[in-house]
């Protein structure tokens, strides 16, 4: 997978780095979070401050382009959206589903 950078210019007003990029690949397309990884590694920036806003596959085509925005701070993320942060960080899946299973399947034998 290459990462080209089309346009990268600096947002002063919200305190971040936004930038345009262009992906090509071979086979499937890639899945956001290993696109987010290599455009991390390509601009140097930190990963808790770099969000992937929009990553969008190119029709017939193994190319994909995407928007992608590095922070200052922390706290100059506090105008990213809720479900954009949930969708760049994702909480761990917590493992309580399976023992409420068991124990129905106890109760019915």
């Known amino acids: 997978m290459d990462v080209e950078i089309l346009e990268d ?4 007003l919200l305190r971040r780095r936004e930038v345009k990029f262009k992906v090509s690949y071979q086979g499937a397309t890639p899945k956001r979070d290993e696109v987010r ?5 390509n601009l140097n920036s ?5 969000v992937l806003d ?3 596959s190119d029709y017939g085509s193994q ?6 925005k590095v922070y200052d701070s922390k706290d100059a993320m ?8 949930e969708r760049n960080f994702p909480k761990p899946k917590e493992e ?12 019915g034998k």
């Open 37 to 41: 990884a290599k455009l991390i590694a």
């Open 63 to 68: 190319t994909a382009k995407g928007y992608a």
């Open 78 to 85: 506090k105008v990213e959206t809720g479900h954009m942060l």
């Open 96 to 107: 309580k589903a399976a023992p409420a299973l068991d124990a129905k399947k106890e109760e």
């Open 54 to 56: 929009k990553f969008e």
């Open 9 to 12: 210019r600096k947002n002063p």
């Open 46 to 50: 930190d990963r808790d401050l770099t």
